[in-house]
């Protein structure tokens, strides 16, 4: 019996340790005056989280990553709830290819989207090329998975049949239904989905910098943009990058309970 | 008759926004790199697909194929080790402390996780330096900015998505098949061998295709960390999509379409093996 307690704490520690360390380290490191040559820092500083923060590129890039990431679920949730639910309801049959465009992204590298994107609009007159529009676009596919499956198995918790039927016998239209009697029953599905959206966008890189690049900076450009040439700099943003997913991925958990739920999740790298 | 047919096609209609959105920001931009990837000045041919297999193309296959398989194998053992010793813990703190940072640290990845790498294991990193007190130098035979520190920053995020996907299947593993084992006289090795890991092994399997298309797509983690430096089919195509996709369009296309492939076959064999009817054990 002692054997199998040594032997689960051995993996759990080794997991900690590996999981913990490189972002204690990155905390530690950005308040750290140096430490590149020492066991312990020599010293601790604010000075590298106020030069970076000082920066006009810092609140530029901060607010193009939060604009961006509003835009993707604001789209994502307008385009997907109405499809989500009408479908559930009215056109089962719809369903598999509902769900086949909400996988595809799965097996969507974030570069070969963005070559299939330039390519094609380059080709037709729409002026989307460059623009934070297509970038929107793009975020929306690549997240079609998070927002779809939640709102889906929130629909599934409801009995969004049963509600739509009494909301119609007391007179109620279809967009009345919706966003008056379906919405507020799915709305944990709803909000989850948009904290697995948002926290995507605001760390993606690989789309923003072949779509957009440098034309609109976001956070993670700017961040790879630092560790260039100012690794403690570059550290600070890097914590903000994770404090933001860490706070996302806080409040999805707090809204799920206690609940062992699977989740499909695969976030862009 | 004709008014049930009339309702339920203006059914589909409320559909219509979300399929024309996915028609053209998915299924139009890719069919346009199947096209073009077809296509010569000849007509349909083959040709741009012989021409991309140059012997840098073929080694950035090579690398990323091996990449994923590593640490995609990596991940589903130590996932699947750490997944249960998290399940069958008995203090609920430790299990859902746990389950929480997987939760979490699953969504870590990308450019703020590679730095986190080399401010921890690059030349002169934290641990690095630890090591070196220690009298464990890890330079310069190791090295944070090549494919095995890249191996590395990848296992980071597919131990927790490993321990997402298979810890439901775990809690599936029942304790009475287990008694029942014991009691006909198994030992541990033999319950494992006949009961556990056959039931586990759609899971595993399936786990190990999926993690396996999430380290051949990501191109975000190796870019920061090694730039150009480490040939990988996503930093191939990127490169291609910043600059000389003008110069050859056809052949980032026939790249990004084998890519494309690869992860198709993975994502397809995961939806299977996660979809298929559950059989219990003969």
């Known amino acids: ?269 | 008759m004709s008014e049930r047919r009339r309702r339920r096609w203006t059914a589909w209609i409320v559909l219509a926004p979300f399929f024309l959105f996915g028609l053209a920001f998915e299924l139009l931009p890719m069919l346009t790199l199947v096209r073009s990837s077809f296509t010569t000045a000849a007509g349909w041919s083959l040709g741009n697909f012989s021409r991309a297999f140059t012997p840098v193309m073929i080694d950035s296959f090579r690398n990323s194929l091996q990449l994923s398989a590593v640490t995609a194998l990596l991940g589903v053992i130590g996932g699947t080790a750490v997944a249960y010793a998290i399940v069958t813990s008995r203090r609920r703190v430790v299990r859902d402390t746990l389950t929480a940072l997987a939760d979490v640290t699953a969504n870590f990845g990308g450019a703020p996780l590679a730095f986190a790498f080399i401010i921890t294991l690059g030349s002169t990193g934290v641990v690095t330096l630890l090591l070196k007190a220690a009298g464990i130098s890890l330079y310069p035979h190791f090295r944070i900015y090549s494919v095995s520190g890249l191996a590395i920053a990848y296992v980071y995020f597919q131990l927790p998505l490993m321990i997402l996907l298979i810890v439901p299947a775990l809690l599936g593993l029942k304790p009475e098949w287990r008694e029942a084992a014991t009691n006909l006289g198994a030992t541990r090795l033999q319950y494992w061998l006949r009961v556990g890991l056959p039931v586990l092994a759609p899971s595993l399997l399936g786990s190990f295709l999926l993690l396996f298309a999430n380290a051949f797509g990501a191109y975000a983690t190796a870019w920061t960390l090694t730039g150009p430096d480490v040939n990988l089919v996503t930093v191939q195509i990127a490169a291609l999509v910043r600059g000389e996709v003008q110069l050859d369009p056809a052949l980032a296309d026939a790249l990004a379409l084998v890519s494309l492939g690869v992860m198709g076959v993975c994502v397809v064999g995961y939806r299977w093996l996660a979809t298929r009817p559950w059989r219990a054990a003969p």
């Open chain 1, 1 to 269: 019996m002692r054997g199998r307690a040594a032997w689960r704490f051995v993996v759990l520690a080794l997991f900690l340790a590996f999981m913990l360390v490189p972002l204690l380290a990155t905390v530690l490191f950005s308040v750290s005056i140096r430490w590149d040559r020492s066991l312990w820092p020599e010293g601790f500083t604010l000075r590298w989280w106020q030069a970076v923060t000082a920066r006009s590129a810092f609140l530029d890039t901060l607010l193009h990553s939060l604009a961006v990431g509003a835009a993707t679920v604001a789209v994502s949730v307008a385009l997907v709830t109405p499809t989500a639910y009408w479908a559930h309801l009215r056109v089962p049959r719809a369903k598999p290819w509902i769900e086949l465009l909400a996988i595809v992204p799965f097996g969507l590298p974030g570069v070969v989207l963005a070559l299939g994107l330039i390519r094609f609009y380059s080709g037709v007159p729409l002026p989307l090329i460059n623009t934070p529009a297509i970038l929107v676009a793009a975020y929306v596919v690549l997240t079609l998975p998070f927002m779809y499956r939640p709102l889906v198995n929130a629909l599934e918790a409801v009995d969004a049949r049963t509600l739509t039927e009494a909301a119609q016998s007391l007179g109620a239209g279809g967009w009345q239904t919706l966003l008056r009697v379906i919405l507020p029953n799915i709305l944990p599905g709803v909000v989850n989905g948009s904290l697995l959206v948002f926290s995507t966008v605001f760390a993606e890189f690989t789309l923003a910098n072949l779509l957009v690049g440098t034309r609109f900076k976001t956070f993670p450009i700017y961040l790879v943009e630092f560790t260039r040439f100012d690794a403690r700099q570059a550290s600070a943003l890097a914590v903000i990058s994770f404090v933001v997913a860490w706070l996302a991925s806080l409040l999805i958990l707090w809204l799920a309970g206690r609940g062992d739920r699977p989740r499909e999740t695969l976030a862009a790298r």
